[in-house]
């Protein structure tokens, strides 16, 4: 799977809001960190995280920029729009870096400011 293929498949699962669904595209030990959150470790964690962010919002849409992959590296940049709990939408820059193994998602970070959506 390239770096877009495996973009498209990790914001189709979350854009639709499957946390379960989103962990499979990682390793059995992935390392999930979004922004200054504590990483969660394993399938089950990084659900769980997603999950309970997920609980925040009502839904979510990714738009993929641009992709860059360096050996096992995939860097993404999008813009992401929440839908907020307040009924206004709103749209943030985002960058994620991915370090792969097995074509799966070993380290998995988000490079955002997310507190506009919760402001």
Same mark, same amino acid.
């Given at each position: 799977m390239t770096g877009k293929e495996?973009? $498209?498949a990790v914001f189709g699962r979350v854009d639709a809001m499957k946390p379960e669904?989103?962990? $499979?595209l990682l390793t059995e030990d992935g390392s999930f960190t979004f922004g200054n959150?504590?990483?969660a470790v394993g399938r089950e964690a990084a659900a769980q995280a997603v999950s309970d962010f997920f609980a925040? =919002?009502?839904g979510i849409s990714h738009d993929i920029q641009d992709v860059w992959e360096s050996g096992d590296t995939v860097i993404v940049k999008l813009g992401v729009t929440y839908d907020r709990k307040d009924g206004q939408s709103i749209t943030l820059p985002c960058a994620n870096i991915w370090t792969c193994r097995d074509g799966? =998602?070993?380290d998995y970070r988000i490079y955002m400011d997310v507190n506009p959506v919760f402001a």
């Open positions: 495996l973009a $498209e669904a989103f962990a $499979e959150f504590p990483a925040g =919002i009502d799966k =998602i070993a």
